[in-house]
């Protein structure tokens, strides 16, 4: 069964320092990757999402991911936190005609 | 345009007494989703639907129906409100099962 393993729940970092949020998945095909971010009493937003192609993917505010086959991994980066970046992201995993299935989350803290 | 529309944002009930968490979508998805949040458990699938007339359950289904009657509306229904259901629950749309997610902004349900 697939699934999502997020390492960390909580990471800090200081402003102007790289991101780095762990995801590595479990699936013996190819699936579909997504990086959800959650700001406070907010929905769900995509921030990126690889399905095929470039596995370098490039995401809004500046994130990027990497889908690694070989690591069956997708871990997201940011070259330089900004305090608006504090705030809970997931990542989440799917497959054709099965559901997405979400990681526990990890809490990003930007320090001045 | 609005979106994933849920209602109510935020809801205390007592235990045993039942409930409805509305969900409209607006963008013509066919497939509709409910999660919950509960800390460090990331979103579980509660039920889902490919579709008008079709539902399905998910990863936690127990205590909850759902309908899907027009295309644009899937509530989520809770029986007998347990305190187990204390949640943040989401609802979800998407054009199909494993596509991007376009998230509600969520109910806070407390069950005391």
């Known amino acids: 069964a697939q699934s999502v393993t997020q390492l960390g729940s909580h990471v800090s970092v200081s402003e102007g320092a790289l991101v780095l949020l762990r995801c590595n998945y479990s699936?013996?095909?190819?699936?579909?990757l997504f990086w959800y971010v959650q700001y406070p009493n907010q929905g769900l937003q995509l921030l990126l999402k690889y399905t095929t192609g470039a596995t370098l993917v490039k995401g809004i505010n500046g994130f990027e991911a990497e889908f690694k086959k070989s690591e069956t991994s997708f871990h997201l980066t940011k070259p330089s936190a900004h305090m608006s970046d504090a705030a809970e992201y997931f990542c989440a995993v799917s497959f054709r005609n099965n559901d997405m299935r979400f990681g526990a989350g990890t809490r990003l803290t930007v320090k001045p | 345009n609005a979106g994933v529309t849920q209602t109510p944002k935020f809801q205390v009930l007592k235990t045993g007494q039942s409930m409805t968490l509305q969900c409209a979508q607006d963008m013509n998805h066919e497939y509709m989703s409910w999660y919950r949040q509960d800390p460090g458990m990331g979103l579980r699938l509660i039920h889902y639907s490919v579709g008008a007339g079709i539902t399905d359950q998910g990863e936690v289904p127990n205590g909850y129906n759902v309908s899907r009657s027009t295309t644009e509306d899937f509530p989520l229904r809770l029986l007998s409100a347990a305190p187990s259901q204390t949640s943040v629950y989401f609802c979800?749309?998407?054009?199909?099962?494993?596509?991007?997610?376009?998230f509600g902004q969520g109910t806070r349900l407390t069950v005391v």
């Open positions: 699936s013996s095909v190819p699936p579909y």
């Open positions: 979800a749309s998407s054009l199909e099962r494993n596509t991007e997610a376009f």
